[in-house]
């Protein structure tokens, strides 16, 4: 069973960071790309950022370049979004998701997994 479980969400106040995790199961983690994407309250989804299945291409949203970082640890079969110098703004659910191939604009083709989110809350 494929199965992406994001955690590491939680209450930050503006300026701070957090890592997040997506652990990933079920499927041959390096044959994917995944993406990270999030959803404010009363706000559409929107990708944040986006790692290749070769490691070799990261993209990200221009709301968070310079600020967040995607990594990825096959061995562990997971990947990470580290969110520095968070603002109100970033607040939202963030969930991840695997797929074919990153776009430029943080899309992700042939995304058919859905983590359940992990909701990240940043205070003024």
């Known amino acids: 069973e494929v199965q992406l479980v994001e955690s590491g969400g939680g209450l930050v106040q503006a300026g701070g960071s957090l890592r997040l995790s997506c652990a990933a199961s079920g499927f041959t983690f390096d044959d994917f790309a995944i993406g990270w994407f999030r959803q404010a309250p009363g706000k559409e989804r929107e990708g944040v950022s986006c790692i290749s299945e070769s490691l070799d291409s990261t993209y990200y949203a221009d709301s968070v370049k310079g600020r967040f970082a995607i990594s990825s640890d096959n061995a562990k079969n997971t990947v990470y979004l580290q969110m520095d110098s968070l603002k109100p703004e970033d607040t939202a659910v963030y969930f991840c998701?695997?797929?074919?191939?990153?776009?430029?604009?943080?899309?992700?083709?042939?995304?058919?997994?859905w983590g359940k989110g992990t909701l990240v809350v940043v205070s003024s």
């Open positions: 998701a695997r797929g074919w191939v990153c776009y430029s604009d943080v899309g992700l083709s042939g995304t058919d997994s």
